[in-house]
């Protein structure tokens, strides 16, 4: 009996010194490990964290978009970021979400055109529907953005008499050129006066005069 228990004892004993041993080792092994994973669990806390709106519908309208490039391949995001520009909409509408608009609303009257062709044709009508709806869908958005650009350009027409009577006057007064579209401006409100504070904006961060009014006039028209 004794012997039984001095056996356990010098076992216990091993074990203690085991541990003892092998703490150093396994208490690096463990911080290994958890700084190995906790990018990884950061990563999907963030995740976790980001609003719906991100989780979600930022990967769904990505989609859509390259849905839209593949449909039409001589659609790019910079010409269609240049015609947002021209219609006064680029400060509102990223070039992304311009053509998700157009898959998303080909797939939504692709939809309902089939649901109208099979109740009012039959079945015969649902394919014709469908096709008709979804190529409005996919082409609308441009159209919207067409004549938003058109009006805008009419309305820039108009001001632009008024824009320069008002510039040729400070200039006469001695301000420079900066200086009379900075006063342009303050006393005029409107897509031209947005337009010269732009390129006012441009020139002052840096863009060279010449630069700054060629874009003004390739955004204009």
């Not at 001095?6 to 074990?15: K, M």
């Not at 990018?39 to 999907?44: I, R």
């Not at 008024?162 to 303050?186: P, Q, R, Y």
Request: glycine letters at 14%; one cysteine or more.
């Amino acid at each position: 009996m004794l012997i039984v228990l001095g056996a356990f004892c010098l076992a216990g004993s091993a074990y203690l010194v085991g541990e003892a041993v092998t703490l150093p080792a396994r208490e690096r092994r463990t911080s290994v490990n958890r700084a190995a994973n906790y990018g990884k669990v950061q990563t999907m806390l963030g995740q976790r964290q980001l609003p719906f709106s991100q989780r979600v519908l930022v990967p769904i309208g990505d989609r859509l978009a390259g849905f839209t490039l593949k449909l039409h391949p001589k659609t790019t995001t910079e010409g269609v970021s240049a015609r947002l520009l021209g219609a006064g909409l680029g400060r509102k509408i990223a070039p992304t979400t311009f053509l998700a608009l157009k898959s998303g609303f080909a797939v939504g009257g692709a939809f309902f055109g089939a649901l109208f062709g099979g109740a009012v044709t039959g079945p015969g009508g649902v394919l014709f529907c469908a096709i008709a709806l979804g190529g409005i869908g996919f082409i609308a958005p441009d159209f919207v953005v067409s004549t938003k650009a058109r009006q805008r350009k009419d309305s820039i027409r108009a001001e632009l008499p008024d824009a320069l009577d008002l510039m040729a006057v400070s200039v006469e007064a001695g301000l420079g050129f900066d200086g009379a579209i900075a006063k342009l401006t303050e006393h005029m409100h409107g897509p031209l006066a947005d337009e010269f504070a732009l390129t006012l904006s441009e020139i002052k961060i840096g863009e060279s005069r010449q630069t700054a009014l060629k874009k003004l006039s390739s955004r204009t028209g």
